[in-house]
């Protein structure tokens, strides 16, 4: 059974992303995928799809939907809320790390992100077209959500819709990540800054500035420097999601999914895999701290962070409709129920 959901607006900063587009970086494609997967795999347990469903990553201003056909479960996770307007007139919030299901006519409209990145997931997924094996938007390219577009008013989004209705939720704790510093392993050009400099990157906090986006994000803080002005440069080789480079003036740039494939810039230091998700979250003004790890602890600690996720999948609980607000509180709380 098919569901539908009209875009009745697009808000800001909004697309349509699964895990990634892997295997094309040879033909200048970016990885893309969400910013924080975690949290997108988090939405998607919440609605019972598959952690590399396409769900709508949200950046600043949610979209507002209109549930068009079909009844169609949806789950926010992140720091984010929404207010459900029924199609009989009433209205109540709709907080995150709970499934709510929506009815034709149903709207949904999505608040302020006050952290850093979103996700809002729904029944079976949105079924974009498969781009290069993937849905994720990268809007550099056009490819990817729906017309290589962010989201926008009269795009419509296909996706499952329940077959039967079911007369409970799910719901969760809020994922969470590590605090501390964010963990890196120097290089691969490390040795293109004085060794000063390299200490500096692991011993000073950089702040988070405005020029932040999708393809990355800019430190500013102590200047790094360069062992000599040709040393500001390098053959462009490689770049990945997470590479830290420094350009001739020292600052950082912390590249994410929609990053270059390729670039000139010497990296001092690269994200290890199971802090990726934590660049998501990053705000302006924000003081982030480096810590150099080995290879061995950054294979840990993603093992750590699997761990993790299985114990938080297993976690995953539901609930029914409080009987008395059923019928006299649309805006009701969800209580805990049993088998």
Not at 41 to 53: I, K
Not at 145 to 156: C, E, N, R
Not at 164 to 186: F, K, M, N, S
Not at 203 to 230: C, F, N
Request: proline content about 7%.
């Amino acid at each position: 059974m098919s569901g539908l959901i009209e875009v009745i607006d697009g808000g800001i900063g909004n697309s349509i992303q699964d895990l990634g587009r892997f295997g094309c970086r040879h033909m200048g494609i970016a990885v893309s995928g969400g910013l924080d997967s975690f949290l997108a795999r988090c939405a998607n347990a919440l609605v019972g799809d598959a952690p590399e469903s396409a769900c709508i990553e949200i950046r600043a201003v949610g979209p507002t939907l209109l549930i068009r056909h079909g009844r169609v479960r949806v789950a926010l996770t992140g720091e984010v809320s929404a207010t459900l307007r029924q199609a009989d007139g009433t209205a109540r919030e709709v907080h995150p790390w709970t499934s709510v299901t929506l009815f034709p006519h149903d709207v949904l409209e999505v608040g302020f992100v006050s952290g850093g990145t979103a996700y809002l997931a729904v029944t079976g997924g949105i079924r974009s077209p498969l781009q290069l094996g993937s849905r994720s938007t990268y809007q550099r390219a056009m490819i990817g959500g729906i017309g290589g577009q962010p989201l926008a008013s009269g795009q419509l989004l296909p996706c499952a819709a329940q077959e039967h209705l079911q007369y409970r939720e799910y719901q969760a704790v809020p994922w969470t990540c590590a605090d501390g510093p964010i963990r890196v392993i120097l290089g691969p050009q490390a040795g293109h800054f004085e060794p000063e400099s390299v200490s500096c990157f692991l011993a000073s906090d950089y702040h988070v500035t405005a020029q932040i986006d999708r393809m990355g994000v800019r430190l500013e803080g102590t200047p790094l420097a360069h062992t000599s002005p040709q040393a500001t440069d390098i053959v462009s080789d490689g770049v990945t999601p997470g590479a830290i480079q420094v350009p001739g003036n020292g600052q950082p740039i912390i590249l994410l999914a929609d990053c270059q494939t390729v670039g000139g810039y010497p990296k001092i230091a690269t994200v290890i895999s199971a802090d990726l998700p934590r660049l998501a979250q990053l705000r302006p003004q924000q003081a982030v701290r480096f810590a150099a790890v080995s290879l061995a602890q950054a294979r840990q600690a993603l093992f750590d962070r699997e761990a993790h996720w299985d114990e938080w999948v297993s976690g995953i609980g539901f609930g029914l409709p409080n009987p008395w607000a059923l019928y006299n509180d649309p805006a009701s709380v969800w209580a805990p129920a049993e088998e």
